[in-house]
């Protein structure tokens, strides 16, 4: 989620348009374009595939 957070942001500072659609979410006062991802639940049966795998932590430091 984080790496297209900042792919668009990046995008929008240079003024260069991007490929994702955007979806609009109420805020409660107002329409905002959002890009919305499928979330991932990290459970101890799948943090190797997600957390260790994708280098957000070392397997030695969460099975300690």
């Known amino acids: ?5 900042a792919e668009i942001a990046v995008k929008l500072a240079r003024g260069e348009e991007f490929e994702r659609t955007l979806e609009t979410t109420s ?6 374009p ?3 991802e499928d979330g991932v639940v990290v459970t101890r049966d799948n943090l190797k595939l997600t957390v ?8 030695e430091d969460i099975f300690k």
């Open 1 to 5: 989620m984080a790496g297209t957070a």
């Open 27 to 32: 805020n409660g006062e107002l329409l905002v």
């Open 34 to 36: 959002s890009v919305l």
């Open 52 to 59: 260790v795998s994708e280098g957000y932590q070392k397997e």
